[in-house]
């Protein structure tokens, strides 16, 4: 006898690009966040005006008082999705004072605030990022419930090769390089480490910058893990600290790509036929404390869709230019949250959008 046909229940898990109709999405939580040990690796990208506070508060809470009003935009953020129709889910915060460390060295966490670093979905697969700063080595055990009901549901989970950390992934007298001259990055080819916000996934075409926490041996890896069904593009732009790509190069919908302009002098090729909107200057005020970041998380938006989009609320150059460009900007205070280091993208991971696996080139 035919066994009957049962349907399999769709995958819990699947986002191929930046616009598919969201459904699914992970909100960090910012809970417990941590001012890292010091380190060289964090003296590559802080903000010139940051390594004072770092290195006196290394091993400590960050402010009660930030922290508290950072909460407050993730839940207007969450509000703000669930209304829209999205599913939220949140990771499990973590004691980030409790010690780990592997052999040669030890230290203290960071948060959960940005899963978007940490958690690379592409398809129906989730990847754990192999992440090059020793205070964010544990940082996926927060999204560990959440992982392991993924793929009890059906979806790919995977993790990139466990780095050691070792002394030889860094360069200690790491020093800033002239204008002009070659970036110098603060990590080695010791061994892969990347972490997920330098990709951003256009379908097929998968956009990667080398950085100070992704090296040529992590891209490489992400390479031959994916196989022949994506392309990784790695691109190269005019950022001295660069971290996390999506300050830089954002495709909002299928021929639509917002630009960091002080960044990304020449266009990638294959953006060739795209409509190429430049990010208005940000107005973030001088004494907004941004512990980790540059002002320009003013383009780390999320898409719910091709038209809507999460944008701060007092943004006011970035919602008229939205609105000019034909987007519908879905506004959400986020300004105490930013000082943390980041914005809707980096705060989020979506985990299921509407759509299949194309090419938009
Ligand atoms: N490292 C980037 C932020 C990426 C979200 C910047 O500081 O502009």
Known sequence: MTPPLVEKPPCPVNSFNEWDPLEEV??????????????????ATLPDDQHDFFRKNAGKPFPPEQIAAAKKDLEELVRLLEAEGVKVRRPEPIDQLKPFGAPGWTS?????????????VIGNEIIESPMAWRSRYMETSPYRPLLKEYF????????????????GLYVYDWMEGKPGEPTRYVITEFEPTFDA???????????????????????EWLRRHLGDTYRIHVCEFDDPHPMHIDATLV????????????????????????????????????????????????MNVIMLD?????????????????????????LCNFRNFNSF???????????????????YF
């Open 197 to 219: 916000a330098d990709f951003i996934r256009c379908g097929r075409d998968i956009f990667a910058q080398k950085s100070n926490v992704t090296n040529d041996f992590g891209i």
């Open 152 to 167: 009890r549901g059906g979806a790919k989970w995977s993790a990139g090769p466990k780095p050691e950390l070792r002394d």
């Open 108 to 120: 203290t966490g960071l948060y959960a605030a940005m899963p978007r670093d940490v958690l690379l």
């Open 306 to 330: 091709e038209q809507r989009v999460v944008v701060e609320k007092s943004d006011e150059p970035m919602i008229s230019c939205f609105k000019k460009w034909g987007f519908k900007p879905l």
């Open 251 to 298: 495709p909002l919908a299928p021929g639509k790509l917002l630009i960091n302009p002080d960044r990304v002098p020449k266009v990638p090729e294959l953006f060739k036929g795209w409509d190429v909107f430049k990010a208005p200057r940000p107005i973030m005020p001088a004494e907004h404390t941004l512990y980790m970041t540059s002002k320009w998380i003013n």
């Open 26 to 43: 992970i909100v960090g939580v910012v809970d417990g966040a941590t001012v890292p040990p010091s380190h060289i690796a964090l003296k």
């Open 341 to 359: 280091g980041g914005s809707f993208h980096c705060a989020t991971a979506d985990v299921r959008r509407r759509g299949t696996l194309q090419s």
